[in-house]
């Protein structure tokens, strides 16, 4: 356990279906992130949250909404996804104006069916 | 633009032997450099970071890595590789607005 808890583990869901990606972490932190992680392709940041604020949208489709309520969680909420969206899903979380890295939960593996 | 550059998308190594990942940073990549290391279905976990002070860093399971200002390097060794240590490793670089991630590289260890 590394103090950032992603659920579900592993989601099948249909092109039509509505989803959602939950993180959660009480490490104190105050920024959180999503990333893309796709076979045989590098780590793809998606969204950035800062204090609760997106800071950082990497061009990623409408399809993909995410929410951040407050400092511990973040959320990322699915519908009408496409079969090529199918991959690993992380979140991290950081220390904002700290250089300790990031702490990574271990993620969602989604399939698009 | 910051970069972080992994040389070799895959490496093998027999049981035994050392280990070197490599990993290059760009001038503008602010020097905190760490190294994370994936298993199969899994988050990223820190092996070890540099930030400020010894440039040699040691981190979990055997590893270290050097930082080398003047190769703008922070590569990853380990001497004597196991068969746990088979695994997808990547570079990080940053500060405090975020950090950049090489590609990563895949280790394969031969038994």
């Given at each position: 356990?590394?103090g950032?808890?992603?659920?579900?583990?592993?989601?099948?869901?249909?092109?039509?279906?509505?989803?959602?990606?939950k993180?959660?972490?009480?490490?104190?932190?105050?920024?959180?992130?999503?990333?893309?992680?796709?076979?045989?392709?590098?780590?793809?940041?998606?969204?950035?949250?800062?204090?609760?604020?997106?800071?950082?949208?990497?061009?990623?489709?409408?399809?993909?909404?995410?929410?951040?309520?407050?400092?511990?969680?973040?959320?990322?909420?699915?519908?009408?996804?496409?079969?090529?969206?199918?991959?690993?899903?992380?979140?991290?979380?950081?220390?904002?104006?700290?250089?300790?890295?990031?702490?990574?939960?271990?993620?969602?593996?989604?399939?698009?069916? | 633009?910051?970069?972080?550059?992994?040389?070799?998308?895959?490496?093998?190594?027999?049981?035994?032997?050392?280990?070197?990942?490599?990993?290059?940073y760009s001038?503008?990549?602010?020097?905190?450099?760490?190294?994370?290391?994936?298993?199969?279905?899994?988050?990223?976990?820190?092996?070890?970071?540099?930030?400020?002070?010894?440039?040699?860093?040691?981190?979990?399971?055997?590893?270290?890595?050097?930082?080398?200002?003047?190769?703008?390097?922070?590569?990853?060794?380990?001497?004597?590789?196991?068969?746990?240590?088979?695994?997808?490793?990547?570079?990080?670089?940053g500060?405090?607005?975020?950090?950049?991630?090489?590609?990563?590289?895949?280790?394969?260890?031969?038994?």
């Amino acid at each position: 356990e590394t103090g950032v808890t992603q659920t579900p583990r592993h989601l099948v869901m249909g092109m039509t279906n509505k989803k959602s990606l939950k993180c959660e972490q009480h490490l104190g932190h105050n920024a959180m992130y999503w990333y893309k992680q796709s076979a045989k392709k590098p780590l793809e940041l998606m969204f950035v949250y800062n204090f609760k604020e997106q800071t950082e949208n990497n061009s990623v489709p409408s399809r993909f909404s995410p929410e951040c309520p407050n400092s511990s969680h973040l959320f990322l909420h699915l519908h009408t996804l496409q079969p090529e969206d199918s991959a690993l899903y992380l979140c991290a979380s950081s220390l904002q104006g700290q250089n300790y890295g990031y702490t990574f939960g271990s993620g969602t593996r989604l399939t698009v069916v | 633009a910051q970069s972080v550059t992994q040389l070799g998308s895959h490496v093998s190594v027999s049981e035994g032997a050392l280990v070197l990942l490599r990993c290059n940073y760009s001038s503008s990549v602010p020097p905190y450099l760490f190294w994370y290391v994936q298993y199969p279905n899994q988050g990223l976990q820190l092996l070890l970071k540099y930030t400020t002070g010894a440039t040699l860093v040691k981190g979990i399971n055997g590893f270290e890595a050097e930082f080398k200002k003047s190769e703008t390097s922070f590569h990853l060794t380990k001497p004597s590789a196991h068969m746990s240590d088979a695994a997808e490793y990547f570079c990080a670089g940053g500060g405090a607005d975020g950090l950049t991630f090489g590609k990563g590289t895949h280790l394969i260890i031969q038994p």
